[in-house]
């Protein structure tokens, strides 16, 4: 960033047309990119599981179908025991979407209740709860959960819903207990307590309406934090294996060596379906970041004016003229140079104002 | 109190929970459930047996708080029982022979990322708007995608189409471990595609956060007058800028360490490195339960240790914290 910044005289590159302004026009590209990306896997798991062209578990006894590559019989290929990979993809964004949802659902209520709770009781609850969110932070949550996962009589889709909500809960607690405290301190909370609301009154209907996006951020990451362990826990082999999900797929082509056979299409799918879900949500929170943060925004709410790059903090442009132009790399490497200043101040039109600023500092 | 103080009892804390929460989780289960367990190890041996009953609190163990006592007892003495699939050996000669593996690799892979993360952020946040934020979205993929994934992907091009690294194992077959050049040589060769695994997973993690920061730290008027005074740029970037926008960043580190560490167990899986993720897959898949209690307290151990060092740093570069230290 430098001090002075070129200003081109032609106004077309000034004139910056203004954004619509609805509901998806004003969201930041990222946020668009996320829910697209996001909605194509929630489509491909409510109509997939009714589309898929074999049953998931069916194995096929022919010897030809055993590991067979993709084909036009089987768009993804089969499995060692002849499945048919596509069906059990589609089948395992279903119900790994569907973990992830309710594990989502579930953890941010709880969270909700404990952050507003521990703002609302103060006092010994609040440190207590605080304490406790903190404690589970700190804890790493993988072997916990496969410690409690281990130990449940039963394994599959009810007890790894339990189990992950009941340690995704902490971030969500200190970032909306955050929250609760500064809106608490506002004027309208203490107006409506004069006018004799109820507590619970205040919480449902004025702090929770001010924390939706905040509610909605922890929702997505909590969705991202159910994905990534429900699928690392099935990949260990802690889910019900009879059941097809991302996690179980990336087991069984683990556990039958598909990489030692060269079986790319039974991996690879289940484990690109992950990432690119992922993904989506990562997207999608920098989206909902970038909202109400627009210093990180990136290219797209800078201006480019003269050829230079203005962010909107940086400080007005001062008109004078252009640098020459420069490489990206070069133009890297020269920001970091002393020369850089140099030659900005030999460019500066008034020698002797500069003169008058005091220069600490390293100087030749 | 001084924040180093603070931050110990807060460890001594988290410990004490993990402690409790892995003795009770057993008895949590209900009889029904313990009885399942017991008989899945039919032909166990008599001490092997007795010493699981004692974990799973059956049998005449005594009052509950004697058990917790003596729980207590075995844990500070590093003594985890005995392992009930690999009779007679101990569970903490299985968790010494692990270790230092999965440290090694880990530590130091997760070290590298954070320092490179962290430049590559510096520059990403200092030339806010370039070819960086152009890339950002192909980031934020390879931050979702779970590491054992990438290992996967990694093997099948670096190990299988193209034979440039091995397919796993923590050194080549035949080698006896020991120090000499031939066995450290392989064993780095081999940890070469994990670490990489690791550094290329979670580099982008830092990158962003330390990106935002940044970000928002230029924003400051602190950096403005640095520029005004007309500092050099690198003196503006990293000694005005970096270093405040720093201690979010190490911050952060702390508590991103659990799920690093808990990603690159899973990895260690499909490299068959013989760290403890191996360790734990062989525990889960074959109901060993002294084992994966002890996995549980060493892993969570080791993180609340890396804790406790990043705050040491924190105090180091943070003259408010050393402040208050001095006060004392």
């Known amino acids: 960033m430098t001090v002075t910044l070129p200003v081109s005289a032609d106004p077309a590159a000034l004139a910056d047309p203004p954004r619509n302004t609805g509901l998806w026009g004003g969201l930041p590209p990222k946020a668009k990119a996320g829910t697209v990306l996001l909605g194509v896997f929630v489509l491909a798991g409510i109509i997939g599981p009714l589309v898929t062209p074999y049953d998931p578990s069916y194995q096929n006894p022919s010897p030809a179908l055993s590991l067979h590559g993709p084909s036009a019989a089987h768009l993804l290929g089969t499995t060692q025991s002849g499945q048919d ?280 | 109190m001084p924040f180093l103080l603070r931050r110990l009892v807060f460890y001594l804390v988290a410990a004490w929970v993990a402690l409790t929460a892995n003795f009770f989780i057993p008895r949590a289960m209900g009889g029904s459930a313990i009885l399942d367990i017991l008989s899945k190890f039919p032909n166990l041996q008599p001490s092997a047996y007795k010493a699981l009953e004692a974990m799973l609190g059956v049998g005449h163990p005594g009052s509950i708080w004697h058990q917790y006592m003596s729980y207590l007892d075995d844990v500070f003495h590093f003594n985890f029982g005995t392992d009930v699939t690999e009779y007679p050996a101990k569970v903490s000669t299985l968790l010494v022979q692990t270790i230092p593996w999965t440290l090694t690799l880990v530590g130091s892979a997760t070290i590298i990322a954070f320092v490179l993360g962290t430049l590559l952020g510096i520059l990403a946040g200092w030339r806010h708007g370039g070819w960086f934020d152009r890339v950002l979205p192909g980031l934020m993929f390879f931050q979702a995608v779970p590491y054992f994934f990438l290992a996967l992907i990694l093997l099948e091009v670096f190990a299988i189409s193209v034979h440039v690294f091995p397919l796993g194992q923590g050194y080549a077959g035949g080698l006896i471990p020991g120090w000499h050049w031939s066995f450290i040589g392989s064993a780095i060769y081999h940890s070469l595609l994990p670490a990489f695994t690791i550094v290329i997973t979670s580099v982008a993690g830092w990158m962003l956060q330390m990106r935002n920061v940044m970000i928002t730290t230029i924003g400051e008027d602190y950096v403005l007058a640095g520029q005004a005074k007309g500092l050099p740029n690198h003196r503006v970037v990293f000694t005005y800028a970096a270093r405040n926008a720093l201690l979010p960043q190490l911050q952060g580190f702390g508590l991103a360490l659990g799920f690093v560490v808990s990603g690159a167990i899973v990895m260690e899986i499909v490299f068959s490195y013989p760290g403890i993720g191996l360790l734990l897959l062989n525990a889960v898949t074959s109901n060993d339960f002294p084992l994966m209690q002890a996995i549980f307290l060493v892993i969570t151990f080791t993180v609340l240790l890396a804790n406790l060092i990043v705050d040491l740093i924190i105090v180091f570069v943070d003259p408010r914290a050393r402040a208050q230290e001095a006060a004392r």
């Open chain 1, 85 to 364: 990979v596509l069906s059990q993809l589609l089948e395992g964004i279903r119900l790994t979407l569907e973990l992830a949802a309710v594990v989502g659902i579930v953890a941010t209520a709880l969270s909700v209740i404990v952050g507003v709770a521990a703002a609302f009781l103060g006092g010994f609850w609040d440190d207590l709860l605080s304490l406790l969110s903190n404690v589970f932070l700190v804890l790493p949550a993988l072997p916990l959960l496969i410690l409690l996962l281990g130990y449940l009589p039963q394994r599959g889709q009810t007890p790894t819903i339990l189990v992950l909500s009941a340690l995704g809960w902490p971030w969500g607690a200190r970032v909306i207990r955050a929250q609760t405290l500064t809106i608490r301190n506002r004027d309208f909370i203490a107006a409506s307590r004069e006018t004799g609301e109820r507590t619970w009154r205040i919480i449902a209907f004025e702090i929770i309406p001010n924390e939706v996006s905040l509610i909605a951020a922890n929702f997505v990451n909590t969705v991202l934090y159910a994905i990534g362990a429900s699928v690392a826990l099935a990949f260990i082999g802690l889910a019900d294996l009879s059941s097809w999900s991302l996690g179980t797929m990336l087991y069984w082509a683990q556990s039958q060596q598909a990489l030692q056979l060269g079986a790319w299409w039974w991996f690879a799918p289940p484990g690109l379906a992950v990432a690119l879900i992922g993904t989506s949500l990562v997207l999608l929170n920098t989206g909902i970041d970038e909202l109400g943060n627009p210093r990180l925004r990136d290219a797209s709410s800078v201006a480019k004016i003269g050829g230079r790059r203005l962010h909107p903090a940086d400080p007005t442009p001062v008109l004078h003229a252009a640098p020459p132009p420069r490489g990206r790399l070069a133009g890297l490497a020269h920001s970091f140079s002393r020369r850089s200043l140099l030659e900005e101040r030999g460019r500066r039109p008034a020698p002797a104002a500069r003169r008058a600023a005091p220069r600490p500092g390293g100087q030749p």
